[in-house]
């Protein structure tokens, strides 16, 4: 068996990692990767194998770093099932559309600037219609379900509380020549313990041989989720008595629906002044209806919240409008009165975020407020680190607004809480961990921690490294 890591390793996006055994090729996630312009189109056009060879792809969860490419994939020669949970595959039926439909729109932009220097023009990754296709190769399972994907390969998900139906897989695989067989764990994100709307993080099994797991915050704690609503509290307040607009970058999958039923439930209780509401994404919007769609993932919390009849929905009230068309989305840059509002996307290097942070950025009764993580390179990570002036849309604006960061609010696990889900394995039977899905700084500070308590092997791959077992 051979385990090559081919992205999100030592970096948070483009996850990807290949499985060879029996003479069959198993993909982990297929995500596109955000960076620099011209590195991320070539990386995400050219994959580092022939996706004709690729025999099934496992996919944890419908986040665009872990699903977004996908589509491409598949236009490129791909036959196989992509094998995801139902909420997943819902899910990515709305994101993967949004992508074609953005990265459509990109091109188009970039190839008018082209052409006027004398330029070849540039295609799409892949377009909407692409995504469409991608999706009829979906098949959807349920948790704790042990399925067969592959010759001498079993796969079993389990609930990872990151967003709806996320979920980490444990793969039960038999090597045909030798007889060896090893549990492989792969971690998808590790969601938290207190997390918003979702069921708690299922416990991973004892026994697994190899364990591949994030590290996003390797490095770092959280903080508490009741700390994280204070401080989103506080936010809110003070940017209302400034009469100011609250912008709040989010992904559109997960991130909003957690931001909205926060704000809902703060409002509902008293805890903050009653300011108009805008999801301004259509991608958010229609994730919205998915996670209407699955009151079964939902905790007790947003039960007993719905009991109360405080609120007849969790992401409902009279002063939440989700926006659709871009006629509306328009309108809200001349907003006069305090509000709030979410668009994406979540590392405000695309969508619509980018019109309203244009239209916000100089005004200093303004707040622009992060609520996950920001990776090197894009604009998000440049305002959330200071940076002024910055480039949107081609001009370069000044920072005026407050900049605040509320990491207490991220889906993913803190280092404390991946250090917690790790300790559930038999360091006896546990041959070896390889962190990825995170920053070096990240993946080896948590590396060490691990080493620390026991993990006889740990390794931070870079990319393109492969191990043979």
């Known amino acids: 068996m051979r385990i090559s890591f081919l992205g999100a390793a030592q970096e948070v996006t483009g996850s990807m990692h290949l499985i060879e055994v029996n003479g069959k090729k198993l993909l982990l996630e297929c995500g596109l990767y955000q960076g620099h312009r011209d590195e991320t189109y070539e990386r995400n056009l050219n994959f580092p194998f022939n996706p004709v060879e690729i025999d099934a792809v496992v ?18 020669g791909f036959k196989g099932n992509i094998w995801c949970t139902s909420a997943t595959r819902n899910l990515s039926t709305y994101m993967l559309q949004d992508s ?34 991608a999706l009829e190769q979906f098949v959807s399972i349920g948790f704790d379900r042990p399925v067969h994907v592959m ?6 998900y389990r609930n990872a509380a ?38 708690p993080l299922a416990d991973p099994p004892a026994d697994a041989d190899i364990v591949i797991m994030e590290s996003t915050y390797g490095d770092r704690l959280h903080g508490t989720m009741e700390n994280a609503r204070r ?58 209806e ?63 975020i980018l019109h309203h942070l244009k239209h916000s950025i100089e005004d200093e009764d303004n707040t622009i407020l992060f609520v996950g993580f920001q990776a090197q390179n894009t604009l998000g990570r440049r305002i959330k680190d200071g940076e002024s002036p910055v480039r949107i849309m081609g001009k370069m604006y000044d920072v005026k607004a407050r ?19 790790a300790r559930h394995f038999d360091r006896g039977k546990l041959q070896h961990m390889f962190l990825v899905h995170g920053e070096p700084s990240a993946a080896l500070v948590l590396a060490e921690k691990l ?6 092997a740990v390794t931070v791959p870079e990319r393109g490294n492969s191990v043979e077992f």
């Open 59 to 76: 996919l944890s969860h419908a986040h665009i770093d872990h699903a977004g490419n996908l589509p491409n994939l598949v236009k490129q």
């Open 100 to 133: 074609g439909h953005i990265q459509e729109s990109d091109i188009s932009y970039l190839n008018r600037k082209l052409v006027k220097q004398g330029q070849p023009p540039l295609v799409p990754i892949y377009t909407k219609a692409d995504a469409q296709v």
């Open 151 to 156: 010759d001498g390969v079993e796969i079993t």
């Open 162 to 199: 990151h967003i709806l139906g996320a979920a980490f897989v444990v793969l039960d695989i038999r090597e045909f020549d030798t007889g060896k067989q090893w549990r492989v764990v792969f971690s998808g994100d590790v969601g938290r313990d207190e997390v918003a709307i979702l069921k």
């Open 231 to 288: 401080e989103t509290r506080d936010v809110i307040r003070s940017t209302a008595r400034r009469r100011g607009k609250l912008v709040i970058p989010a992904f559109a999958v997960g991130r909003t629906q957690e931001v909205v039923y926060t704000i809902n439930t703060m409002e509902a209780e008293g805890d903050i002044p009653s300011l108009p509401v805008y999801v301004d994404s259509p991608l958010a919007v229609n994730a919205t």
């Open 290 to 352: 998915v996670f209407r769609l699955h009151p079964e993932e939902w905790d007790d919390d947003v039960q007993e919240f719905l009991a109360e009849e405080k609120r007849a929905n969790p992401f409902e009230t009279d002063q939440i409008e989700y926006v659709r068309d871009a006629r509306r989305s328009k309108q809200l840059n001349y907003l006069t009165d305090p509000s709030i509002i979410i668009s994406a996307s979540g590392m405000a290097e695309g969508g619509r």
């Open 403 to 421: 900049v605040a960061a509320i990491e207490g609010l991220s889906a993913h696990a803190d280092q404390a809480e991946l250090l917690e889900w």
């Open 451 to 456: 080493r620390g308590e026991g993990v006889r």
